[in-house]
């Protein structure tokens, strides 16, 4: 499964679009891996680098930086790759999790 295709990276604004709604910044994208706990959920995007910044649930749950080529390369402890939530709508972060 690809994680962004063109027309969701189209919706995604840039990095810093969204600086200082804190819990209204909207997030438009949801990644998860099916084998373990972590969810991402992507707010902004650099369409070059794959930079991203959202709210992330692992271990902690916290507003930061990601790196989407990172993502792209994991693997669950049953090796499942990282997927894409195709179901998921638009929605302000403080509803996430």
Do not use: H
């Not at 063109?6 to 209204?24: H, S, T």
């Not at 991402?40 to 790196?67: A, H, K, R």
């Not at 402890?77 to 929605?91: A, C, K, Y």
Request: aromatic content about 12%; overall charge negative.
């Amino acid at each position: 499964m690809k994680l962004i295709t063109k027309a969701i990276a189209k919706k995604i604004p840039a990095l810093y679009e969204q600086d200082g709604k804190g819990g209204e910044a909207v997030a438009y994208v949801k990644l998860f891996t099916p084998d373990s706990s972590w969810t991402w959920y992507i707010t902004e995007m650099d369409q070059e680098t794959g930079e991203c910044f959202g709210l992330v649930c692992g271990l902690e749950t916290e507003l930061g930086y990601f790196s989407l080529p990172e993502i792209e390369s994991i693997r669950g402890p049953l090796g499942l790759p990282v997927e894409r939530d195709r179901f998921f709508d638009p929605t302000p972060v403080k509803l996430c999790n």
